[in-house]
T-cell receptor, first 113, second 109 residues
Framework: DAMVIQNPRYQVTQFGKPVTLSCSQT?????MYWYQQKSSQAPKLLFH???????NEADTPDNFQSRRPNTSFCFLDIRSPGLGDAAMYLC????????????FGPGTRLTVT | GQNIDQPTEMTATEGAIVQINCTYQ??????LFWYQQHAGEAPTFLSY??LDGLEEKGRFSSFLSRSKGYSYLLLKELQMKDSASYLC??????????WGAGTKLIIKP
């Protein structure tokens, strides 16, 4: 089945220790998104890619970086995680920039100790 | 600014009907979405409205009034598995989603 895959599902990292979250898709969608969602809050868009064109949200901290080496894969790098970065990180795709449906991966729950 | 408002939590009884409201103020409008999110899981798509009126899909219906900046999600014949958060999101002028914080729906037997 075509899908959006995120690994790992649960990630524990130490305060200040770099961590990378990964996302892959078999949908061949042009657009990929990274969201951060804290408990009982709305998902917050961090970045999105239209193909290889990278779009950073204005309020995304510099501590967060992203890479999309090819259509299928996208990575979220947190250079120096703080306690406030503990959250669910959701990857999503859409077929085109103005497609109405976004397809979400299962998410990676990040814990910072 | 851009704003999506929905109730924080609602409680309903198994077998009953519940309506979850959403009001929005956004710069631009390219449709309104409802997503279901079970605890610890990713959101899953429920419905999309871009024109005024009611869209029915099985036990779930979604209504939109663009002039009022208002939508609701109607869930009929509630089942225990419907216990989840329901997120309202508006696609703005740049085709990105603006999300509400979600309504936690608790279903009681």
């Amino acid at each position: 089945d075509a899908m959006v895959i995120q690994n790992p599902r649960y990630q524990v990292t130490q305060f200040g220790k770099p961590v990378t979250l990964s996302c892959s898709q078999t949908l061949n969608h042009n657009v990929m998104y990274w969201y951060q969602q804290k408990s009982s809050q709305a998902p917050k868009l961090l970045f999105h890619y239209y193909d290889k064109d990278f779009n950073n949200e204005a309020d995304t901290p510099d501590n967060f970086q992203s890479r999309r080496p090819n259509t299928s894969f996208c990575f979220l790098d947190i250079r120096s995680p703080g306690l406030g970065d503990a959250a669910m990180y959701l990857c999503a795709t859409s077929e085109t920039a103005n497609s109405y449906e976004q397809y979400f991966g299962p998410g990676t729950r990040l814990t910072v100790t | 600014g851009q704003n999506i408002d929905q109730p924080t939590e609602m409680t309903a009884t198994e077998g009953a009907i519940v309506q979850i409201n959403c009001t929005y103020q956004t710069s631009g409008f390219n449709g309104l979405f409802w997503y279901q999110q079970h605890a610890g899981e990713a959101p899953t798509f429920l419905s999309y409205n871009v024109l005024d009126g009611l869209e029915e899909k099985g036990r779930f219906s979604s209504f939109l009034s663009r002039s009022k900046g208002y939508s609701y999600l109607l869930l009929k014949e509630l089942q225990m598995k419907d216990s989840a958060s329901y997120l309202c999101a508006v696609m703005g002028s740049n085709y990105q989603l603006i999300w509400g914080a979600g309504t936690k729906l608790i279903i009681k037997p």
